[in-house]
């Protein structure tokens, strides 16, 4: 049976389920929190180490300016209201991604939310904010000439946004689109991908489940017969 540590997702939808409900984008964004929820405690349920959820890619900055101040709003609301309910459920979360675009309020959040659950031992929650897999590896690499240091894999591993994170066994892709977005090129080299048609909004701790017992069914060989 496959050790399951590390389980990453693309949550992909949310707009759309909005519009789908004849409402707006927004509401879409707003539904998925819930669902971000739902699947983080099937996560701790099931004893799942870590689990990365990609939450706002470097592209997203294209969108419209509104849905950009809707979603850096969000991240401002859920933290203030529920800070306390994500320490006691012993999530420990960690932020990837350059969070230096973000307004100084934000920023201040986020540290703030990655100290107050640096003690937790439950689940680490990684969430990708303003992470791109290309910034991350030019930016690995910059570090590596700036430091001098030997070009090899490790020392490139080290200087990555994920140091001391597994590289992920499953990805999930919700919203029915098949490709990976720019997001963790480099530690997806071996991951189980599962594309499900679902919007993220409609993603469910059932459907978590049925991955899961399929990953359990998969011979992974990692390049060997």
Do not use: C
């Amino acid at each position: 049976m496959n050790k399951l540590k590390h389980i990453a997702i693309i949550m992909d939808g949310n707009g759309r389920w909005g519009l789908k409900k004849k409402n707006s984008r927004n509401f879409g964004h707003k539904q998925g929190i819930q669902t971000v929820e739902i699947i983080l405690k099937k996560a701790i349920e099931q004893k799942i180490p870590y689990l990365t959820l990609f939450s706002l890619s470097t592209e997203n900055w294209k969108r419209p300016r509104q849905e950009i101040k809707f979603l850096l709003n969000l991240i401002r609301e859920y933290f203030n209201k529920h800070l306390d309910k994500v320490i006691k459920q012993g999530v420990k979360i960690r932020i990837v991604g350059q969070t230096k675009k973000f307004p100084q309020d934000v920023k201040k959040i986020l540290n703030k939310v990655q100290n107050k659950t640096k003690k937790n031992i439950k689940i680490n929650l990684i969430l990708a904010l303003n992470y791109g897999s290309r910034d991350e590896i030019l930016y690995a690499i910059k570090n590596m000439l700036k430091k001098k240091v030997r070009i090899n894999q490790s020392n490139f591993e080290n200087q990555l946004y994920t140091l001391n994170i597994p590289d992920p066994d499953i990805l999930i892709r919700t919203g029915g689109k098949k490709r990976l977005s720019n997001f963790l090129l480099w530690q997806m080299a071996y991951t189980e991908l599962f594309f499900v048609e679902k919007l993220w909004p409609d993603f469910n701790g059932n459907d978590l489940m049925k991955i899961l017992n399929k990953f359990k069914g998969i011979k992974r060989n990692f390049g060997n017969v």
